[in-house]
């Protein structure tokens, strides 16, 4: 907008100073900001040729140094610098052809080396008038570049939003659900492996319909490499629902919390990781909120505490496999892919457990007073296990989309946000009794947790 300005004041005075050799304007280098240098260039040729008078310059250059002024005076306050400083340019050029005419004796032609300085004077212009395009441009850019950043957060800030209500919702949607149906279907080990089954047919539905890359093809090494992972997430899941089975699911998140320990005490036996003492600090709360949970727990058992304690062992392995013996191997295969497969790997290696664990319970197995109190229906357990496992699969993918937008630490807040969330949401659903040293406990526990999150960010930026 400002060189379309400027534009038309050099054409008139050009005009004034004796025409414009337009063939000089077709040859111009910077279209809107080339026209104009190469009008006020031309305009210097045509005075190095026709040799014109002193004075004849000195307006030429004062009428220029005049409509930048104006110019200024009418511009952003970003442009007015750049225009300011061209017009007191023009002004240095106007008394220097001042001083060399008086030195001539009032000679009324100019020398070669003031036609020279006209030039010079004319590139300055030139070279001020590109500038001006590029601020324009980059102004203007900048603007629209700005608006779209800061649409572009609002958008990720939004999405991002909804990925943690939605993980949040499934989390909480799977552990209702699957407490339920075990209450009415005590076979922990046959529903773990229905969830495999459901989140194998899940991952190939998105593979099938391209809603996430397929896989690259997978080798015979990472296979070997992704075996062990599949083992232990298979016998980390099963004991989870083993615990959620016997006790409340508020006391099964409770002593789950206690992941950070078993991160730490197997970080440092087998990666040999050194903990700052600020983080071993803040395992203390937990510990002890954990304890103080389960001796005042109502529906306190321990197998239920036990396989609680063997997920988290189980969970932790499977970090610290990944990072000591497969990490380097299963390059090229993004986390959401690399789910997909240990889950399959897992429906096949559930099945044999399942018919050897269960098999002979579940034939002679007769309907409990749970499964009655809903009608015996086949359908009513079976629908609500269906949820339950695309709730466990859902959740479980939705963490590795947040993980991906957020860095670790976040994620491991919101993690810890989800257990709270979890924890209200199930003693208020299924009524649990709780008593205030339980809830104390229980709250020692998490908010040991946050301290822990909070002890790692702070060491991370030392």
Not at 57 to 70: D, E, K, M, T
Not at 383 to 392: D, G, H, T
Request: proline share 4%; glycine share 10%; with cysteine.
């Amino acid at each position: 907008m400002l060189v379309s300005s400027v534009a038309p004041m050099f054409s008139r005075v050009g005009g004034k100073s004796g025409g414009v050799n337009r063939s000089g304007v077709s040859r111009g280098g910077n279209r809107a900001a080339g026209s104009v240098g190469c009008s006020v260039g031309c305009s210097g040729g045509s005075l190095l040729k026709n040799r014109v008078s002193v004075r004849r310059r000195q307006h030429i250059i004062h009428v220029c140094s005049s409509s930048l002024v104006s110019l200024a005076s009418r511009s952003s306050p970003s442009s007015q610098p750049l225009f300011a400083a061209v017009g007191g340019g023009c002004t240095r050029r106007k008394g220097l052809l001042s001083r060399r005419a008086r030195h001539n004796d009032g000679s009324r032609h100019a020398t070669l080396e003031e036609d020279s300085d006209g030039l010079s004077a004319s590139r300055v212009v030139c070279r001020a008038s590109q500038s001006v395009s590029a601020a324009a441009a980059d102004s203007g850019g900048s603007s629209a570049g700005g608006g779209g950043v800061v649409e572009r957060s609002a958008q990720a800030t939004l999405v991002l939003g909804m990925l943690f209500a939605l993980w949040y919702g499934f989390n909480i949607w799977y552990n209702i659900y699957n407490k339920q149906v075990l209450n009415m279907f005590p076979f922990p080990v046959t529903i773990t492996n229905l969830q495999f089954v459901v989140g194998s047919c899940v991952a190939a539905v998105l593979w099938t319909f391209r809603l996430h890359p397929l896989p690259p093809t997978v080798t015979r090494a990472q296979i070997a490499a992704i075996f062990p992972l599949a083992v232990v997430h298979t016998l980390g899941n099963v004991m989870t629902n083993v615990s959620l089975g016997k006790v409340a699911v508020s006391f099964t998140h409770t002593v789950k919390a206690m992941e950070p320990f078993f991160s730490v005490v197997l970080s440092s036996i087998f990666l040999g990781e050194s903990t700052p003492p600020i983080v071993l600090l803040s395992l203390v709360p937990i510990v002890l909120g954990v304890i103080l949970a389960s001796f005042t727990e109502p529906t306190f058992n321990w197998a239920g505490l036990f396989s609680a304690l063997g997920a988290n062992v189980t969970f932790q392995s499977r970090n610290v496999l990944t990072k000591k013996v497969v990490g380097e191997k299963l390059k090229g295969i993004d986390a959401i892919n690399l789910f997909g497969i240990i889950t399959i790997y897992s429906a096949l290696l559930c099945l044999p457990v399942t018919l050897l664990a269960e098999g002979m319970r579940l034939a002679s197995w007769t309907p409990t007073a749970a499964f009655q109190s809903v009608g015996g229906a086949a359908p009513a357990i079976v629908q609500k296990a269906m949820v339950a496992a695309v709730c466990f699969h859902g959740y479980q993918q939705l963490s590795f989309m947040v993980l991906s937008r957020v860095t670790p630490v976040t994620h491991s807040v919101g993690n810890c946000l989800k257990r709270v969330v979890v924890i209200v949401s199930s003693i208020m659903f299924f009524r649990t009794p709780v008593n205030p040293l339980n809830l104390a406990g229980t709250g020692i526990a998490l908010a040991g947790v946050f301290a822990y999150s909070a002890a790692k960010r702070a060491s991370l930026k030392k």
